[in-house]
């Protein structure tokens, strides 16, 4: 391959826009060939991309079209997930890239919906996922997952635990370790014990992306994810009402105090659309999670409805993104997960990891 021809092929790309980040899809190129008139160009995204051949690869064709001596294109798409910057002094996670803490600062906002569906929508688009429950005292991941097996320690480690699996994602929660109607009556200090514990002594295999579902509120275990352990971004989800964006503001300024990222606002709730007549009402307000996103300077990721069969499928242990993968709804997570994605993509990456501890 000449340097020419790859320049050129840069020069080609760098005016195709990656819909899902705005960014040039200039730095994907990784390999080109031509011969015979035929150009044979692989891309690698820096996020999940096991869906986006039909979006991305005609405008990719047409601007590589255009250089001299090309008369067909092939694009190979391919994605390459590294992991990336994290706050200063927190030790990475083994087996985990880059954690993806979901908050809200309130509860009750289908914050813990949100997590699991966005977390299987990136594995649907390719990604290795997992999914920690982080809320010690109300632990929902059980029931979200439809999984009741007890979790078993490594074999020849007895210090780790390995994680359990439901719908393909890799998962943990101390709901899996106490039986489901017994209350944790723990003070802090010991149920951030246990969070880190959970977070860290998983024997988590291999994963693009950890999503940290985080109970509600800005408290001892919101604080110690933030401060302790490598989180690569953050979404918040909130409904449009006033209440509820009034501490999903306050959950999104704790991050932003530690030098995590906001990869972006997810709206919940949106709108209701009523099941028998398809009237659609926006119960909690319109347009609050746009105008809190636009107030902070960070992305709207999507908007979600209020919709009985979320509530129906999360109940019965079948999140919607694995009961209806081609429904609307599903469409609207995986844009949400790709969007976060994305635009984590175009952050720093993690350098350190890639040199050994001098001692």
């Not at 390999?31 to 991305?56: D, H, I, K, N, Q």
Request: charge should be negative; hydrophobic fraction near 45%.
């Amino acid at each position: 391959m000449s340097e020419t021809l790859r320049t050129q092929a840069e020069t080609a790309l760098d005016s195709v826009v990656d819909p899902w980040n705005g960014a040039s899809l200039k730095p994907a190129l990784h390999a080109l060939t031509l011969e015979a008139g035929r150009l044979r160009v692989e891309l690698r995204l820096g996020y999940p991309s096991a869906g986006l051949a039909a979006e991305l690869v005609p405008a990719v064709q047409a601007a590589l079209a255009r250089l001299p001596g090309v008369q067909t294109v092939d694009v190979a798409l391919q994605h390459s997930i590294a992991a990336h910057a994290v706050q200063q002094g927190a030790q990475a996670i083994a087996g985990v890239k880059n954690v993806i803490a979901v908050g809200s600062g309130k509860g009750g906002v289908g914050k813990s919906t949100t997590a699991v569906n966005l977390a299987l929508a990136l594995a649907r688009e390719g990604a290795r996922a997992g999914v920690l429950d982080a809320d010690v005292y109300g632990p929902s991941l059980p029931t979200l997952l439809g999984v009741s097996d007890k979790p078993h320690l490594v074999e020849g480690d007895e210090r780790r635990i390995a994680p359990l699996h439901g719908h393909g994602l890799q998962c943990m929660s101390i709901g899996f370790l106490i039986e489901p109607d017994a209350p944790m009556v723990w003070r802090g200090p010991m149920a951030t014990q246990a969070l880190e514990q959970l977070i860290r002594d998983t024997a988590w295999d291999d994963l693009d992306y950890l999503v940290v579902d985080l109970p509600p509120g800005t408290g001892d275990i919101q604080l110690t994810l933030a401060q302790r352990v490598p989180v690569s971004g953050a979404v918040i989800v909130s409904t449009p009402q006033d209440l509820a964006l009034a501490d999903a503001v306050k959950g999104l300024k704790m991050f932003e105090k530690v030098k995590v990222p906001i990869l972006g606002i997810v709206e919940n709730m949106s709108t209701h659309i009523c099941s028998q007549c398809g009237h659609e009402e926006h119960i909690f307000g319109a347009g609050g999670g746009a105008r809190m996103a636009e107030r902070h300077g960070v992305p709207l990721l999507g908007s979600l409805p209020l919709d009985i069969r979320i509530r129906e499928q999360a109940d019965g242990g079948q999140p919607t993104v694995s009961a209806e993968p081609d429904g609307a709804v599903a469409r609207a997570y995986r844009e949400i997960a790709l969007r976060a994605a994305a635009g984590l993509a175009l952050r720093g990456k993690d350098y350190a990891r890639r040199f050994p501890k001098i001692t």
